[in-house]
């Protein structure tokens, strides 16, 4: 089960830098995260201001 962001997204980018597999890109209005991609490292929830990506 990948991690997915939530409407709370701010879109301020930060995710997307820190995940490991580049899993992370923009998308309309919020940042969205390729299920097939992502490895469940959690990097993206820890790295977050308003805590949108969940698992
Ligand atoms: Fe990337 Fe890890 Fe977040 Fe998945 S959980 S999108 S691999 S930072
Ligand atoms: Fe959105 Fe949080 Fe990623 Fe910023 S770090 S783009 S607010 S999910």
Redesign the pocket.
Same mark, same amino acid.
């Given at each position: 089960m &990948?991690?997915q962001i939530s409407d709370e997204c701010i879109a301020c980018g930060a #995710?997307a830098d =820190?995940? $490991?597999?580049n &899993? +992370?890109s923009e998308g309309d209005g919020k940042y969205v +995260?390729d299920a097939d !991609? #992502? +490895?469940? #490292? =959690? !990097? #993206? &929830?820890g790295t977050c201001p308003v805590g949108a $990506?969940q698992a």
């Open positions: &990948a991690y #995710c =820190g995940c $490991p597999v &899993a +992370i +995260i !991609a #992502c +490895i469940d #490292c =959690g !990097a #993206c &929830a $990506p």
